[in-house]
């Protein structure tokens, strides 16, 4: 019913989220049934002995927790053209394209329309608390979306990223007007066949709408940090285009120079104006506001792996707030950030009930888990049974596990959250990290979240000489006895040896995991290596991603580059410049 109205009655759509958070237990139980009802004679529910059975005992008996691993021969015989009720009652027409960060190749999941309908039914939830706090007039939206390249399975499925899934279909752009939040680029921009090219055209069309820009906006932070960067080295270039009147002949895209050319006309006033504004910023800081007054939020996922770019985001953002966008995947969306005014190192996300069946793994620290002979997969946590999702506590940390209306049963995400409290009675979700351990030589343990952490305490260290970590990465380097681990930065110019040094020391000293400094003291691991890489190296990563099919939109930087990922490794190993290692524990 929404989806056809122009303009979207916040209240209602916030009445209608708390009918549906009021008793998200029977709202849980009941989208189970529809999810069984809808699939009863899919064949994976009925290769376990569901056999058309929609009550949650039955589910849970029958029905085993599931990887992405268990679906993949599924989910490709679907890619391949089998169009019987395979994971799903009526059949998948698209495939998604998940990043694929970690394992370095992207993986095959199933699209539908009920994908399109709950990611609708998300951005409209969150809007619509978020206009409450941050009220939009009629105006338009700089969003740095792009969408990938498609291409037909095997069987004929078009296949392409989630996000370019969603951006292609008409609800997303009706969503989008109701919402204040069109994008300000045309389609063939969005959809232009090289990313550099509309980038440069996202920026053009911003530039030319700069008064009605109401918010800056991308999936994920990178992709603003990116288009800032790219601003910093090409404004003079975008002026002489809007002074002139005439696109760059960087682009060379026709359809996206036939749309260009309806929207850019010379306007030396205009040009004239952004180089006087852009003259007169201090080093980049507050670019945001000043190159668009009317920018009321900055607004995209800016939590989990975002995290270490919020400095950089503020620097461009001043003191415009940041906004954090909702918590979903590939796989399915989970939930809303309802307390858009919550810095992002506090967001939370309020799962919506009716979107999928959600179950959670509590995780507790195992004093077990010293043993070494534990894999890598269960090292981390001792596992008890999944509970529901009205049963979590708040202050414990779950792995998700999603049953989906797109043929997901019981599928674990992967993802680690913490509950932070309740909204009505469904969860709020602050995100902690991937599940899986990245960086462990033999009994330590540690996740991107303590890879994270490590790397701000030593990035701090730069400060003083006004130096950044523009990105990293790591590794465990097993080549030589004893391994250790390998940190990989990029940083914006050169510091002094002595104080790399010191970053190194730190880092080591920052990984405070018992495993960790246990094998450390006793030289179980070897001391950390800090590998300096040239700058534009993790723009060439980026760079091997999209060569690979990987979507810009989507784009998350690996955190662990494992030997698996010999592309990637590869890179950064060819491009370091100097390498230091740690003398925290001599
Ligand atoms: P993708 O594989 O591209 O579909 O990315 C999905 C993954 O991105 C999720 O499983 C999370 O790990 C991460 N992610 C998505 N939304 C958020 C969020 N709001 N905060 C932190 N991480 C997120």
């Not at 085993?64 to 989910?75: A, F, G, M, R, V």
């Not at 991308?218 to 601003?231: D, E, K, Q």
Request: net charge negative; with cysteine.
């Amino acid at each position: 019913m929404l989806e056809k109205m122009e303009e979207l009655n916040h209240e209602d759509v916030i009445k209608e989220f708390n009918s549906l958070t009021k008793d998200a237990e029977r709202v849980q139980v009941e989208t189970l049934r529809r999810i069984l009802e809808e699939n009863g004679n899919a064949e994976y529910l009925n290769s376990f002995g569901l056999n058309g059975r929609t009550d949650l005992a039955s589910f849970k008996a029958c029905v085993p927790l599931s990887t992405h691993k268990d679906l993949e021969p599924y989910i490709q015989r679907i890619a391949d053209g089998d169009a019987s009720p395979v994971l799903t009652g009526k059949p998948i027409t698209a495939i998604s394209l998940s990043s694929g960060t970690t394992q370095g190749k992207p993986k095959f999941l199933p699209f539908n329309d009920e994908l399109v309908k709950s990611t609708m039914q998300i951005f409209r939830t969150s809007y619509a608390f978020r206009n409450r706090e941050f009220p939009l007039k009629n105006g338009k939206a700089l969003q740095f979306i792009y969408g990938s390249k498609q291409f037909k399975t095997a069987g004929g499925l078009p296949a392409s990223t989630a996000t370019t899934n969603v951006y292609r279909c008409s609800q997303f752009k009706n969503t989008m007007k109701s919402m204040q939040s069109q994008c300000c680029s045309p389609d063939e921009v969005i959809f232009g066949p090289s990313f550099d090219q509309s980038l440069y055209c996202h920026l053009l069309c911003g530039l030319i709408y700069r008064e009605e820009i109401q918010v800056v906006s991308s999936t994920f932070a990178h992709s603003i940090i990116h288009a800032f960067r790219t601003f910093e080295q090409i404004w003079e270039e975008l002026c002489t285009d809007i002074e002139e009147g005439v696109l760059s002949s960087r682009v060379t895209s026709q359809s996206v120079r036939n749309a260009m050319s309806r929207i850019l006309k010379p306007d030396p006033e205009l040009a004239d104006l952004i180089r006087k504004k852009c003259k007169g910023l201090n080093d980049w800081c507050g670019t945001i506001p000043v190159i668009f007054p009317n920018v009321k939020y900055v607004y995209g996922i800016l939590t989990g792996s975002m995290e270490p770019y919020l400095k950089k985001l503020r620097h461009y953002a001043g003191t415009l707030p940041l906004v954090c966008a909702d918590y979903g995947s590939s796989e399915g969306w989970i939930g809303a950030n309802v307390n858009p005014k919550l810095l992002p190192e506090s967001a939370t996300f309020a799962v919506l009930p009716d979107i999928g069946y959600f179950e959670f793994i509590p995780l507790r620290e195992n004093p077990e888990d010293q043993k070494p002979e534990k894999t890598a997969a269960t090292l981390l946590y001792s596992e008890l049974e999944p509970v529901g999702l009205t049963e979590v506590k708040v202050g414990e940390e779950y792995e998700i596990i999603l049953t989906s209306f797109a043929g997901l049963y019981r599928y674990r995400l992967g993802d680690v959250v913490k509950v932070m409290g309740f909204y009505n009675s469904t969860p709020k979700l602050q995100f902690v990290c991937r599940r899986s351990l990245i960086l462990t030589v033999n009994i330590d343990k540690n996740t991107e979240k303590d890879l994270q952490l490590s790397v701000e305490a030593a990035s701090k260290l730069l400060v003083n000489e006004s130096i950044e970590v523009v990105d990293f990465t790591s590794h465990v380097d097993m080549s030589s006895e004893p391994g250790h681990y390998v940190i990989f930065w990029e940083l914006n110019g050169e510091a002094k040896e002595d104080v790399i040094a010191e970053c190194c020391n730190c880092l080591d000293r920052s990984f405070i995991d018992a495993g960790y400094v246990g094998s450390r003291k006793s030289n179980a691991i070897g001391p950390l290596e800090l590998r300096i890489v040239m700058k534009g190296t993790f723009q060439k990563i980026l760079q091997h991603y999209l060569n690979h099919g990987a979507a810009f939109s989507q784009f998350k930087t690996p955190r662990f580059v494992g030997l698996s990922n010999g592309g990637v490794l590869n890179i950064l190993t060819d491009n370091v410049v100097k390498s230091y290692f740690s003398t925290a524990f001599s």
